[in-house]
């Protein structure tokens, strides 16, 4: 019987206990903090027109997971997106999906960059594993200046005059109206 009360009066500190212990177990803590994250992330905001910078330095060195180079300054010019980001992040992995929908519907138009520090060996298994066949480029350069993390995910939108029109750190949903309707604007300039 005391068992019973005990677990009674003491059920939510016991299920909050379990919890914090399946964070720390892998297996488990990932699709836990991947889940959270789904459910904080929302549209990305628009930086406001007299806030947003220009990217003058396209110069970026990035490597495709195959092996290819290639280099921002291709996109110079044209609408792109830009996600740094790694396979063992739970923002990253949870915006993904978002990201992946977004590039089918706007792959075509806009230039899309899913930049990792990560070997392209890990992150063709992360691909294959997950079915995402978006863009992913492996950097051995330093980003130019802007462009500069100190935290994943961050995602830019650049327009076609190399404004940086979207500067959003975290996880975030971009497959939204409001993120479209951006884009919609951005490729009409």
Same mark, same amino acid.
């Given at each position: 019987m005391r068992s019973k009360q005990f677990l009674t009066k003491h059920w939510s500190? +016991?299920?909050i206990v379990a919890i914090i212990a399946l964070l720390f177990i892998p297996q488990t803590g990932m699709p836990i903090?991947? #889940?959270? =994250?789904? &459910? +904080?992330? #929302?549209?990305? $905001?628009? +930086? $406001?027109? *007299?806030?947003? *910078?220009? &990217? /003058?330095? !396209?110069?970026?060195?990035?490597?495709? +997971?195959?092996?290819? /180079?290639?280099n921002l300054a291709s996109s110079k010019g044209k609408v792109a997106l830009i996600n740094l980001w790694a396979t063992w992040c739970p923002p990253c992995v949870a915006e993904m999906p978002s990201l992946q =929908?977004? !590039? =089918? /519907?706007?792959?075509?138009?806009?230039?899309?960059?899913?930049?990792?520090? /990560? $070997?392209? *060996?890990?992150?063709?298994? #992360?691909?294959?594993?997950k079915g995402y066949d978006f863009p992913v480029y492996v950097h051995s350069y330093k980003a130019p200046g802007m462009l500069e993390a100190s935290s994943i995910p961050t995602t830019y939108v650049l327009s076609k005059s190399g404004k940086i029109v979207i500067d959003k750190t975290g996880a975030a949903n971009w497959d939204s109206t409001r993120v479209k309707n951006l884009l919609d604007e951005l490729l009409k300039e």
């Open positions: 500190n +016991i299920l903090k991947v #889940f959270f =994250n789904k &459910l +904080i992330a #929302f549209s990305p $905001s628009k +930086i $406001s027109v *007299e806030k947003q *910078e220009t &990217l /003058e330095d !396209y110069q970026w060195t990035l490597k495709t +997971i195959a092996g290819n /180079e290639t =929908n977004l !590039y =089918n /519907e706007y792959g075509d138009q806009v230039d899309f960059y899913f930049v990792s520090s /990560e $070997s392209s *060996e890990k992150l063709k298994k #992360f691909m294959a594993h």
